[in-house]
């Protein structure tokens, strides 16, 4: 499966946008970027997916670099509920279901 | 509506002791997923299953592991002869669609079991 590299921890204040980057250089053009969540004591849950153009849903916007070797999920007002560690994943469409997790990043929003 | 559930949300087995872990998933979803999650290891996919079949795809390598669907929406985790290397954050997640377009997957509060 390819790899995908986050930054260990990012923070934000209340109320401003964050920008989550993701690098995923060796993805092949099959797969799909997928962002979850995971907040504390709960279970991962879903953001966001995207093949190649960008996307916008109710949570969040995915910004997918034009080489598809990166990509940004962006929270455009983080709340204190956005605290969370966030995962980018690969899914590969060729038969691949389950879900490869990495470390992810942990945010931290300050009030 | 209801989420994905599981029980028991605590486990405390004793080692070489059998343990099952029980997940409910959202009534029609059709692949049912089992993952185990470490702070050391982060997370990884122990077996899946689809609604046609009982016995699961297993991801896992050791034999101790194994998954059974009594029902479609009813998944069962079976840990045979646990480890203290078993204890771990066991988490299930269901998906609506089957096969490689199935993009989200639902999951369940985990089950924290600590092995002695």
């Known amino acids: 499966d390819a790899k995908t590299t986050q930054p260990n921890s990012m923070e934000s204040n209340e109320e401003e946008p964050v920008h989550l980057p993701c690098n995923h250089s060796t993805i092949s053009g099959t797969d799909y970027i997928h962002w979850y969540r995971q907040l504390p004591s709960q279970g991962p849950e879903y953001v966001i997916h995207g093949l190649t153009s960008n996307v916008n849903n109710r949570m969040a916007s995915l910004a997918i670099a034009e080489d598809r070797k990166s990509s940004t999920l962006i929270l455009h007002r983080a709340t204190l509920r956005d605290a969370a560690v966030y995962y980018c994943i690969l899914r590969d469409r060729a038969g691949r279901r389950a879900l490869t997790f990495g470390s992810g990043t942990r945010l931290q929003v300050q009030p | 509506g209801a989420g994905v559930s599981q029980s028991p949300r605590y486990k405390v087995a004793k080692r070489g002791r059998d343990v099952a872990l029980r997940c409910d998933s959202i009534s029609g979803h059709v692949t049912l997923y089992w993952y185990r999650q470490t702070l050391g290891q982060g997370s990884e996919v122990l077996t899946y299953?689809?609604?046609?079949?009982?016995?699961?795809k297993s991801g896992r390598p050791s034999g101790r592991f194994s998954a059974e669907r009594p029902e479609r929406s009813v998944s069962t985790l079976k840990i045979q002869r646990t480890e203290q290397g078993d204890s771990a954050v066991y988490l299930c997640a269901s998906s609506y669609l089957s096969g490689p377009e199935c993009y989200e997957q639902y999951f369940g509060p985990g089950t924290r079991l600590t092995v002695t």
């Open positions: 299953s689809q609604s046609d079949a009982q016995r699961d």
